[in-house]
Nanobody, 124 residues
Framework: QVQLVESGGGLVQAGGSLRLSCAAS????????MGWFRQAPGKEREFVAC????????YYTDSVKGRFTISRDNAKNTVWLQMSSLKPEDTAIYYC?????????????????WGQGTQVTVSS
């Protein structure tokens, strides 16, 4: 069992930056692929980024490439999402997820554990 708690969301102006954190409790954090997803009002949950078990491979949806960076520290049981050059269309609830899956899988259903989400609002 893994419990995930996100933090770091908030209100920011377009062009600004935020750093989301996801703290995990439970066993074997390093055995999980970690992902970030987001869900805007009236839209389906969508993949943002994921990172492999040791952090050697990362994957991003096209709309955030070059602006967002995912990283993890297995010693701290934490994964981060550094978001820069934020746009109003990045506004959503951001969720952290853990999955016993292969890196690069973007389907939410393959992830086993989810956090409660943190709101990110980007004003124009």
């Amino acid at each position: 069992q893994v419990q995930l708690v996100e933090s770091g969301g908030g209100l920011v102006q377009a062009g600004g930056s935020l750093r989301l954190s996801c703290a995990a409790s439970g066993r074997s954090f390093s055995s999980y692929v970690m992902g970030w997803f987001r869900q805007a009002p009236g839209k389906e949950r969508e993949f943002v980024a994921c990172i492999s078990w040791a952090g050697t491979s990362t994957y991003y949806t096209d709309s955030v490439k070059g602006r967002f960076t995912i990283s993890r520290d297995n010693a701290k049981n934490t994964v981060w999402l550094q978001m820069s050059s934020l746009k109003p269309e990045d506004t959503a609830i951001y969720y952290c997820a853990a999955g016993r899956t292969r890196p690069g899988i973007t389907t939410p259903s393959v992830y086993d554990y989810w956090g409660q989400g943190t709101q990110v609002t980007v004003s124009s």
